[in-house]
């Protein structure tokens, strides 16, 4: 086969080229601090290149426990190195990355791209598949697309890492197929002569879980929950966090002059989240004209305690309040209206949309949508260049938030 044709096969396997870790939709995971996560990062480079380890490494951890950025920060360096066969990270409210379809094809592209010993046995076997099909059963992905092309393989090499992001942000049928998807995988990598090593993060949830803990796996898996991680060390890069991102403040001399603690009241707040301590961060860049008022607003206590919100929630409400105050909202009908819509779409689109679509759809101005998305950059994204392209939350915990009017206790916001 000629390259072109080669490739022309490839092109046709269903494939999302979003999924890969260096997609734009997933830049705000690229948030490592250098110097942060040292134990945990060498246990996964150890596991990851290390001889006699165990195919699978489960890295399990609440939500805002700082997974992602591990991840992308792992797929960085084996990227590096060439040591990263592929990598799928899962988002939550995308139809293509939110569900098992395109999992498989996915890894078997990047595999055929990023290991040349695998390219042509990938591709023969490639060919075979399509012809029966363009979209076929997990099963037939998993046999014809991985296990057959990589048991043919007999070349020594080192070990290659898939990458497997947010398991619990795949959310079409997950409680059917997530699980189907991780037997079929486990089961079609396990004995191969090839060392594919494969990094799946998730939070702790059940149906995920008991596959793992079957006899016929428990063997060629590595478990490791975030919780396991001393307090101690998780404070410190939390700590570092804080200190590197408030020092860059335009105020930050009168933000150490007047608070000289902030950076461990911040640290003892945050209570081991990360996503605590980067939203935070970006709401203070955000207000850094009122940073001394934000940063009181973000230690008062009280906020919390007379209703049992966790720490997430009571941020959240804080970072909404100071981004959408109830004077802006009664300033102009249009105003609250607005903040309905995005919040609405951020909450319950199964598929991301974008400011020119939900202007189009709801038959408001643009400009508004617009606003209001400006105000809520700490807890979202979107283009400030092209108002076509999705907005979509920073972290899958918002929308969950926007939702449960036991954690979203104040009716401004709540989206029921």
């Known amino acids: 086969r000629t390259p072109t044709d080669a490739q022309a096969i490839l092109s046709k396997l269903p494939h999302r080229d979003h999924a890969e870790y260096r997609s734009a939709i997933n830049e705000a995971k690229n948030g490592y601090l ?22 699978i490494f489960i890295l399990s951890g ?21 040591r990263l066969g592929a990598s799928f990270f ?19 592209y990047q595999l055929a791209r990023s290991q040349p010993y695998l390219r042509s046995l990938i591709i023969e076997h490639a060919s075979s598949h399509l012809s029966r099909g ?67 993060t998730t939070r702790p949830e059940l149906h995920i879980e008991r596959v793992f803990e079957t006899v016929e796996f428990k063997s ?4 490791y929950r975030l919780e396991e991680v001393p307090q101690v060390n998780v404070d410190r890069d939390i700590a570092m966090l804080f200190q590197d991102r408030l020092e860059k403040l335009p105020t930050s001399s009168l933000l150490f002059d007047s608070r000289p603690n902030v950076v461990q009241d911040l640290t003892r707040r945050a209570r081991g989240l990360f996503i605590w301590a980067a939203t935070a961060c970006r709401s203070l860049e955000r207000n850094s004209r009122r940073v001394l008022h934000f940063i009181d607003a973000l230690l008062d206590n009280s906020a919390s305690s007379t209703v049992n919100l966790n720490d997430l929630d009571t941020l959240y409400l804080t970072v909404l309040r100071s981004a959408l105050p109830s004077e802006f909202l009664n300033e102009w009908h249009e105003n609250r209206a607005a903040m ?30 617009l606003s209001i998305l400006e105000r809520l950059q700490s807890v979202s994204h979107y283009d400030q260049s092209d108002s076509t392209v999705p907005f979509r939350p920073l972290h899958a915990s918002f929308p969950q938030f926007l939702v449960d009017n036991q954690r979203c206790q104040d009716p401004f916001y709540y989206i029921s």
């Not at 250098?34 to 195919?55: I, K, N, V, Y």
């Not at 060629?220 to 478990?223: N, Q």
């Open 34 to 55: 250098q110097g942060t996560r040292t134990d945990l990062l060498s246990r996964l480079m150890h596991w990851a290149t290390g001889p006699e380890q165990p195919c």
């Open 62 to 82: 609440a939500a805002g426990m700082g997974k992602s950025t591990v991840a992308f920060e792992l797929a960085k360096r084996l990227d590096r190195n060439g």
């Open 90 to 108: 899962f988002v939550r409210g995308d139809a293509d990355l939110s569900c098992t379809t395109y999992v498989i094809p996915t890894i078997a």
């Open 134 to 200: 363009n979209l076929q059963s997990l099963e037939a992905q998993m046999q014809d697309l991985i296990t057959q092309p990589l048991s043919d393989a007999t070349e020594d090499c080192d070990p290659v890492v898939v990458i497997i992001d947010a398991l619990d942000e795949c959310t079409d049928q997950a409680l059917e197929r997530v699980p189907r998807l991780l037997y079929l995988l486990l089961k079609g990598i396990r004995g191969l002569h090839i060392p594919i090593r494969v990094l799946l």
């Open 220 to 223: 060629i898996t590595k478990p």
């Open 340 to 369: 309905e819509q995005v919040l609405g779409a951020l909450a319950l689109l199964r598929d991301h949309i974008s400011p020119n679509a939900l202007a189009a759809l709801l038959d408001v101005a643009e400009e508004g949508i």
